[in-house]
């Protein structure tokens, strides 16, 4: 997915208990890649730790990310892969 970034020179970063802990639990939920999916510093745009552009809470229910999925979710933004985020999460609320 392509997703716009808008956070000047913020980055995750987090002491190496916290890491081993998101790593261990599949806490990490987004990374940052090249288009085929390389995680490299040279797709790290702001230096974020272990490229993680995104985490979620203890208990899944709760994701923080850095991208912002919401400028491009339409095509007059200029793409709608953002759009994929948003329905997925409308697919997981639905009552199966």
Do not use: W
Not at 5 to 19: A, K, P, R, S, V
Not at 20 to 38: A, H, Q
Not at 50 to 65: L, T
Not at 68 to 80: D, V
């Amino acid at each position: 997915m392509t997703i716009p970034i808008g956070h000047m020179e913020g980055n995750y970063f987090c002491d190496t208990e916290t890491l081993d802990e998101l790593r261990r639990n599949n806490r990490i939920v987004f990374r940052y890649s090249t288009p085929s999916g390389e995680v490299s510093v040279s797709a790290n745009p702001n230096g974020s730790l272990d490229n993680i552009a995104g985490i979620c809470s203890a208990g899944g229910n709760v994701v923080g990310m850095m991208p912002h999925p919401e400028r491009s979710a339409e095509p007059e933004l200029g793409g709608t892969d953002g759009m994929k985020i948003f329905q997925s999460m409308v697919g997981a609320l639905v009552v199966r």
